[in-house]
């Protein structure tokens, strides 16, 4: 499409007129050339925009879009040789001469052979571009420039369905309920009398998933279920995956490396004599036979257990229900005008002040025939331009009749309309999207990570930010229109996922550029570039690749079954010379081909979690490109590779391996790197200040599950200037203090969690001293006892989270100061942060702790305590309440005021522990103390 051409000709035309660029040119003797090949280019990206509104009507545009495609990214792939060569060059010059001299002469290393291989290139994309360009006086296009433009707004959002977000749907929620809990629809099914098949059926977008996990969540089904599970099935339903998925979010960890039989036995432990819930979202298909496979590995559970499947066929649900399908209609014109008038507007505002943006929205709704998703897709578009002629550009656009299918016209035209609204380099970071396998939770972290490979990371003029931030504005950009769901955050970066439909579009616009290969015999487009390859072993290797010329991603998003083939090395990366990302993570090879050293574009290689890999080949440190490496979980691998301080562009690096210390001439040069991730190194006991001196451009760095890793404080180490924003420390038995060196990043540091450092007694003095700290986060850390004096007058600490920390938690509660206290959290658990936690499961079941109290609520929740404790019926056990009396809290607190109904024990034993922090009051009448406290003449608080 139009978008992507113009995405990456923006790119091409700003590195043809870089200084860097022009003196690499100056040098080769090749100005001339790429004077022309930029002002052709040039020419042709001013119409591009105006090519991608008329292409919907006119197919010629589109052949023609397609072959600038080709030709632009070639021109890319050349331009991106000049880089790999000026990085070599300084290279060189900094590490000396590698390689024997004869072999240079005859490589492209060599000036007279890269000059001569570069030229030829560009006349060859000179050629076909002047060919191409030639055609654009065919279509009337016309010039016209777009401005970089993002929505400043963000509206933070959490993995679970809040009820109030949820309009019209409180019948349907009550009537699903029913079906779980009442004790009559158990004996629907003669055959398994224990085992109830509830089917929600409805077309794409009107909310099924929604509202399972509203039902998923409610009080009722929480106490009435023992267990708990959901599992996003798809079109595969594949039931060996299947099982060990459900296994999976039975026991809220990955388990891998088992055979079906194993997964089946501990299935079958799991599910033995408990009422259990298993959600099965999204089924598309209606094999009976694969569904009885599945359902007689289901047995064992107490009567009462049940399975919810939603689907969007009718057949489906007739095929797999014990019951007839609950269908779910489209929301009521009353229902649907309410939730736009939500989305569409901000919060408090009136809008009702402006009648021409009402009459114009009741327009937009009628397209969206009371379809949740087409609503809160136009909402979200609306909701950050409230100008009427922009209001009705879009109820008036010709994009409504793109689509033909009579369910998706409006759903895929909505969608179309706000991607259509991106500015360019979001529409090309959006398609990217489309590797990712359907139902897949995502991250944050290697989403950007995949945007950074590509290059679509643009920072402005005069701008010196990271390419992460950059990446995280682009992130929360496309969140804030909607394209993602369920984002939550976790620690210092978000997981989230897309909706079936929204996945759908994004495959449906990359279809030419981006393709998920699901079978060997897989036919795709030879135009195709980037691949996620999807549920194979290692020895099916899809036929279609040797088609495929010019691939830039390979990803292997699942864990393969057997290893991959050296076949596949000798044959595919060989190739595949301008691979920028190659994702083999939970592969099982021993050792990895020494030229890996020729991929000079490869920018992104992640290696992590094969547990196989003993040495990586020396030669990887030959990749100048390459920005980010991840060798976390890697258990065998010996040490890191000789001379790994040559990857002069290396911005990320996670590393596991079994060395004592790391050697000098290492890490400590990597002086670009942002992020450092010390994962499991068990046998690690020393971490040099040195490195950590050395390394001025380190923002983040986490240290996890290091066993033997002191971290001593040394009071003669030498303090030195650090950038470091993000500190992360977990599961350091024997770090008793933070290590001095930390001090020099007091003026940067943002955010500092620690978690599982039972041997840790205190925190730096310095720490009140910090400039820019933001949040803390501190758990499980019993010998922590105080904070250091002064931290309660630190002016930009915003939050500070407190878990499994009694000591530190008696300590806090002497505090005096209500700025502070209402900064303090006292929270269950702590979110695991180390790359780890992007490899294990996520229970679809969130821990609903967390909530946002108001001072009248608090209030309401006190006086319920107070009239507890005058009953009789209150019980304090260890300065604290009682087990078991928490839901007597919770039926009077519903009881007296019923808008807390959806207010779970856990919120509210959460906020108990945190008033007994910040009020004298709450923690005396808690430790039975009256001081402080009036009775009336029975003696009543």
Same mark, same amino acid.
């Given at each position: 499409?139009?978008?992507?051409?113009?995405?990456?000709?923006?790119?091409?035309?700003?590195?043809?007129?870089?200084?860097?660029?022009?003196?690499?040119?100056?040098?080769?003797?090749?100005?001339?050339?790429?004077?022309?090949?930029?002002?052709?280019?040039?020419?042709?990206?001013?119409?591009?925009?105006?090519?991608?509104?008329?292409?919907?009507?006119?197919?010629?545009?589109?052949?023609?879009?397609?072959?600038?495609?080709?030709?632009?990214?070639?021109?890319?792939?050349?331009?991106?040789?000049?880089?790999?060569?000026?990085?070599?060059?300084?290279?060189?010059?900094?590490?000396?001469?590698?390689?024997?001299?004869?072999?240079?002469?005859?490589?492209?290393?060599?000036?007279?052979?890269?000059?001569?291989?570069?030229?030829?290139?560009?006349?060859?994309?000179?050629?076909?571009?002047?060919?191409?360009?030639?055609?654009?006086?065919?279509?009337?296009?016309?010039?016209?420039?777009?401005?970089?433009?993002?929505?400043?707004?963000?509206?933070?959002?959490?993995?679970?369905?809040?009820?109030?977000?949820?309009?019209?749907?409180?019948?349907?929620?009550?009537?699903?309920?029913?079906?779980?809990?009442?004790?009559?629809?158990?004996?629907?099914?003669?055959?398994?009398?224990?085992?109830?098949?509830?089917?929600?059926?409805?077309?794409?977008?009107?909310?099924?998933?929604?509202?399972?996990?509203?039902?998923?969540?409610?009080?009722?089904?929480?106490?009435?279920?023992?267990?708990?599970?959901?599992?996003?099935?798809?079109?595969?339903?594949?039931?060996?995956?299947?099982?060990?998925?459900?296994?999976?979010?039975?026991?809220?960890?990955?388990?891998?490396?088992?055979?079906?039989?194993?997964?089946?036995?501990?299935?079958?432990?799991?599910?033995?004599?408990?009422?259990?819930?298993?959600?099965?979202?999204?089924?598309?298909?209606?094999?009976?036979?694969?569904?009885?496979?599945?359902?007689?590995?289901?047995?064992?559970?107490?009567?009462?257990?049940?399975?919810?499947?939603?689907?969007?066929?009718?057949?489906?649900?007739?095929?797999?229900?014990?019951?007839?399908?609950?269908?779910?209609?489209?929301?009521?014109?009353?229902?649907?005008?309410?939730?736009?008038?939500?989305?569409?507007?901000?919060?408090?505002?009136?809008?009702?002040?402006?009648?021409?943006?009402?009459?114009?929205?009741?327009?937009?709704?009628?397209?969206?025939?009371?379809?949740?998703?087409?609503?809160?897709?136009?909402?979200?578009?609306?909701?950050?331009?409230?100008?009427?002629?922009?209001?009705?550009?879009?109820?008036?656009?010709?994009?409504?009749?793109?689509?033909?299918?009579?369910?998706?016209?409006?759903?895929?035209?909505?969608?179309?309309?706000?991607?259509?609204?991106?500015?360019?380099?979001?529409?090309?970071?959006?398609?990217?999207?489309?590797?990712?396998?359907?139902?897949?939770?995502?991250?944050?972290?290697?989403?950007?990570?995949?945007?950074?490979?590509?290059?679509?990371?643009?920072?402005?003029?005069?701008?010196?930010?990271?390419?992460?931030?950059?990446?995280?504005?682009?992130?929360?950009?496309?969140?804030?229109?909607?394209?993602?769901?369920?984002?939550?955050?976790?620690?210092?970066?978000?997981?989230?996922?897309?909706?079936?439909?929204?996945?759908?579009?994004?495959?449906?616009?990359?279809?030419?550029?981006?393709?998920?290969?699901?079978?060997?015999?897989?036919?795709?487009?030879?135009?195709?570039?980037?691949?996620?390859?999807?549920?194979?072993?290692?020895?099916?290797?899809?036929?279609?690749?040797?088609?495929?010329?010019?691939?830039?991603?390979?990803?292997?998003?699942?864990?393969?079954?057997?290893?991959?083939?050296?076949?596949?090395?000798?044959?595919?990366?060989?190739?595949?010379?301008?691979?920028?990302?190659?994702?083999?993570?939970?592969?099982?090879?021993?050792?990895?081909?020494?030229?890996?050293?020729?991929?000079?574009?490869?920018?992104?290689?992640?290696?992590?979690?094969?547990?196989?890999?003993?040495?990586?080949?020396?030669?990887?440190?030959?990749?100048?490109? =390459? /920005?980010? @490496?991840? %060798?976390?979980? *890697?258990? #065998? &691998?010996?040490? $890191? !590779?000789?001379?790994?301080?040559?990857?002069? +562009?290396?911005?990320?690096?996670?590393?596991?391996?079994?060395?004592?210390?790391?050697?000098?001439?290492?890490?400590?040069?990597?002086?670009?790197?942002?992020?450092?991730?010390?994962?499991?190194?068990?046998?690690?006991?020393?971490?040099?200040?040195?490195?950590?001196?050395?390394?001025?451009?380190?923002?983040?760095?986490?240290?996890?599950?290091?066993?033997?890793?002191?971290?001593?404080?040394?009071?003669?180490?030498?303090?030195?200037?650090?950038?470091?924003?993000?500190?992360?420390?977990?599961?350091?038995?024997?770090?008793?203090?933070?290590?001095?060196?930390?001090?020099?990043?007091?003026?940067? =540091? /943002?955010? @500092?969690? %620690?978690?599982? *450092?039972? #041997? &840790?007694?205190? $925190? !730096?003095?310095?720490?009140?001293?910090?400039? +820019?700290?933001?949040?803390?986060?501190?758990?499980?850390?019993?010998?922590?006892?105080?904070?250091?004096?002064?931290?309660?007058?630190?002016?930009?600490?915003?939050?500070?989270?407190?878990?499994?920390?009694?000591?530190?938690?008696?300590?806090?509660?002497?505090?005096?100061?209500?700025?502070?206290?209402?900064?303090?959290?006292?929270?269950?658990?702590?979110?695991?942060?180390?790359?780890?936690?992007?490899?294990?499961?996520?229970?679809?079941?969130?821990?609903?702790?967390?909530?946002?109290?108001?001072?009248?609520?608090?209030?309401?929740?006190?006086?319920?305590?107070?009239?507890?404790?005058?009953?009789?019926?209150?019980?304090?056990?260890?300065?604290?309440?009682?087990?078991?009396?928490?839901?007597?809290?919770?039926?009077?607190?519903?009881?007296?005021?019923?808008?807390?109904?959806?207010?779970?024990?856990?919120?509210?034993?959460?906020?108990?522990?945190?008033?007994?922090?910040?009020?004298?009051?709450?923690?005396?009448?808690?430790?039975?103390?009256?001081?402080?406290?009036?009775?009336?003449?029975?003696?009543?608080?």
């Amino acid at each position: 499409m139009a978008e992507f051409v113009y995405g990456v000709a923006v790119i091409v035309v700003e590195k043809l007129s870089s200084i860097s660029y022009h003196q690499i040119c100056l040098a080769l003797g090749l100005e001339g050339d790429l004077k022309r090949l930029k002002e052709t280019m040039a020419t042709i990206k001013d119409v591009l925009l105006d090519a991608e509104e008329k292409q919907a009507h006119d197919k010629r545009i589109t052949s023609w879009l397609t072959q600038l495609k080709d030709v632009f990214l070639d021109a890319e792939d050349v331009l991106d040789e000049f880089d790999c060569e000026e990085q070599r060059r300084q290279s060189v010059k900094k590490h000396g001469r590698t390689g024997r001299k004869v072999r240079r002469f005859f490589s492209r290393s060599n000036p007279l052979v890269f000059r001569a291989s570069v030229a030829r290139a560009i006349k060859d994309i000179r050629e076909r571009l002047d060919q191409i360009a030639a055609d654009k006086k065919n279509f009337d296009l016309n010039s016209r420039q777009e401005e970089r433009r993002l929505t400043n707004e963000w509206k933070e959002v959490h993995s679970f369905v809040d009820p109030s977000d949820v309009i019209g749907r409180d019948i349907d929620q009550k009537n699903i309920i029913s079906l779980l809990t009442d004790a009559a629809s158990d004996d629907h099914d003669e055959i398994h009398p224990k085992l109830s098949v509830i089917p929600i059926h409805g077309i794409p977008g009107v909310g099924k998933t929604t509202l399972t996990r509203l039902v998923y969540n409610h009080k009722r089904v929480r106490c009435y279920f023992e267990l708990k599970m959901w599992v996003h099935v798809s079109k595969d339903f594949d039931v060996p995956r299947l099982i060990k998925e459900i296994l999976d979010s039975a026991t809220g960890k990955k388990n891998d490396n088992l055979t079906f039989d194993q997964v089946q036995t501990q299935l079958r432990d799991n599910l033995e004599g408990k009422r259990f819930l298993l959600v099965l979202d999204d089924v598309w298909n209606g094999d009976r036979s694969r569904w009885i496979e599945l359902r007689s590995l289901l047995t064992g559970g107490s009567k009462g257990s049940k399975i919810i499947v939603t689907t969007r066929s009718a057949n489906v649900g007739d095929c797999m229900g014990t019951i007839s399908p609950y269908n779910l209609e489209g929301l009521s014109d009353e229902h649907s005008w309410n939730f736009f008038l939500k989305c569409a507007f901000k919060e408090g505002v009136g809008h009702e002040q402006n009648r021409n943006l009402l009459d114009i929205g009741r327009q937009i709704l009628d397209k969206c025939k009371g379809i949740p998703l087409v609503v809160r897709t136009l909402g979200s578009l609306l909701y950050s331009n409230q100008d009427v002629q922009y209001w009705r550009y879009i109820s008036e656009s010709k994009l409504w009749e793109v689509v033909a299918e009579p369910y998706r016209k409006g759903i895929f035209a909505a969608l179309l309309l706000s991607y259509s609204d991106l500015p360019f380099h979001l529409k090309r970071c959006f398609l990217y999207c489309s590797l990712f396998p359907k139902g897949k939770e995502i991250f944050s972290l290697e989403l950007i990570q995949l945007w950074m490979a590509h290059g679509v990371l643009i920072p402005k003029r005069n701008e010196y930010r990271s390419l992460e931030d950059i990446g995280h504005q682009y992130f929360k950009e496309l969140c804030s229109r909607s394209f993602f769901q369920y984002v939550k955050k976790q620690g210092w970066y978000y997981s989230f996922s897309m909706h079936e439909l929204i996945h759908e579009f994004a495959q449906l616009v990359a279809q030419s550029e981006c393709w998920i290969i699901n079978s060997p015999e897989s036919d795709i487009c030879n135009r195709v570039r980037h691949l996620s390859v999807n549920q194979l072993s290692g020895n099916e290797i899809p036929s279609c690749l040797d088609n495929l010329n010019s691939v830039r991603t390979i990803i292997f998003p699942f864990l393969l079954t057997e290893p991959l083939s050296d076949f596949f090395f000798k044959k595919y990366l060989w190739k595949y010379e301008c691979l920028r990302m190659l994702d083999l993570s939970y592969s099982s090879f021993e050792t990895f081909p020494s030229y890996i050293g020729r991929m000079k574009q490869l920018r992104n290689l992640n290696l992590s979690h094969n547990r196989k890999l003993v040495n990586l080949p020396d030669s990887i440190t030959k990749l100048q490109s =390459l /920005q980010i @490496l991840q %060798l976390q979980g *890697c258990s #065998n &691998l010996e040490k $890191l !590779p000789k001379n790994i301080g040559n990857l002069s +562009s290396l911005m990320f690096l996670s590393i596991t391996t079994k060395e004592m210390c790391f050697p000098e001439n290492g890490i400590e040069c990597l002086t670009s790197l942002r992020t450092l991730m010390i994962v499991s190194c068990n046998k690690l006991s020393y971490l040099s200040d040195r490195i950590m001196g050395c390394l001025t451009a380190l923002e983040t760095l986490v240290i996890s599950y290091c066993e033997n890793l002191a971290l001593f404080d040394d009071q003669d180490e030498k303090v030195k200037r650090l950038s470091l924003q993000k500190l992360i420390f977990m599961d350091l038995p024997k770090m008793r203090a933070l290590p001095r060196w930390l001090e020099g990043c007091q003026n940067t =540091l /943002q955010y @500092l969690c %620690l978690g599982s *450092c039972p #041997n &840790l007694t205190s $925190l !730096p003095f310095w720490l009140p001293k910090t400039a +820019s700290l933001q949040q803390m986060e501190i758990g499980a850390c019993p010998k922590l006892c105080s904070l250091p004096e002064g931290m309660h007058r630190l002016a930009s600490l915003l939050e500070l989270r407190i878990a499994k920390c009694p000591n530190l938690m008696e300590y806090l509660q002497s505090v005096d100061g209500k700025n502070w206290s209402m900064k303090i959290h006292f929270v269950d658990y702590l979110e695991p942060h180390s790359q780890d936690r992007m490899e294990s499961l996520t229970s679809e079941e969130p821990r609903q702790t967390e909530r946002f109290w108001t001072e009248e609520e608090d209030t309401k929740l006190i006086q319920t305590v107070v009239e507890l404790y005058n009953k009789g019926k209150f019980k304090v056990e260890d300065s604290f309440i009682g087990q078991g009396y928490m839901e007597a809290i919770r039926r009077l607190l519903v009881a007296k005021f019923p808008e807390f109904d959806q207010t779970t024990e856990d919120m509210i034993e959460s906020r108990i522990k945190t008033l007994v922090s910040k009020f004298h009051f709450v923690h005396e009448m808690l430790t039975r103390q009256s001081s402080g406290f009036l009775r009336d003449s029975k003696r009543r608080l």
